[in-house]
């Protein structure tokens, strides 16, 4: 696959987000290098060699990789059929005894892109050498203090970035644990469906990037609110996260249906929300779309078919028809964000 021209175009501005734009438009061709890296130098063997006992996972991460550790763990759990779950370093740090109560045959997985997050360096310390727990360290970088800290490391230097925000980073190392995941479980067909993903998420990033522009162009928006239920929450938060850091906007991430149970009330003409349609939950996600629209919001819909209602409902509708698993399809689920 062929770097969008687009992206080599992005990389040579010099004004504010240049580089941003950039690894947003690359993450396609980023994707296929970190999958082909995966199986040439024999990093899942290993992995799953060192954890083969473990019998429940932890995915631990701050900010951005606390919002991958979301969608990743509940990605674990659907592909292997093991217990996963995602942790806040912090909250393992300040309050151990809650979340680690009759801990057994764990594994925890620790996700920072520079391998310098102090906090997760600190869970890397305490889970290794107090609770003697095996970590798995996934980042971008290489000879870094988690790697040295950690049992065993996952390193995706193609996804290394410029920007202080995390986006390439935060999709390739969602599908690197996707692709781990299905080689525990030796689900092949779901490894395939990975390796699809890249040229199919080109097309769909290149149609989607100018129509997004001229959308926003044409609004001025007072709040944001992204929703996502099951493996989508994490995406919605980190998609909330890109709005507010990259754009200092407001904004909010709520599990779908419970935004009807009173956030709602927020909800105008100025109001954008971002809906990450499963399709899992579709006829009920699809309902509380209806319900807001009827209440004057600006809504910008992903889905990966859309029906009747959904498209009455959409003022700006991203249709991907991606040929893959639901899971599989997560990463392209925060391009709207990003961009």
Known sequence: MSDPKETRTAARSSGPGAHSLAEILSQPHCWSNCLKELEEKGQLEEIRERFADAVEWLFIGCGSSYYLALA???????????????????????FPDLLLAGAENYAAVLISRSGRTSEVLKAAEFLESSQKIATLAVTCTGDQPLERIASSTLALLPADEESTVMTRSFTSMLLALQYLAAFFAENHAFAKALRKLPTAAEKALQDLHPRLREFVGGHQFADYVCLGQGPFYGLACESTLKLTEMSVSYGQAFHTLEFRHGPKSIVGPTTLLVFLLSETGHAAESEVLQEVKGLGGTTLVLANHADPNVRASA????EFSFDVPELARLAAYVFAGQL
């Open 72 to 94: 990743a763990a509940a990605s674990w759990s659907a592909i292997t059929g093991l217990r996963a779950r995602a942790i806040p370093a912090s909250e393992l740090l300040l």
């Open 315 to 318: 003022d700006f509708l991203a």
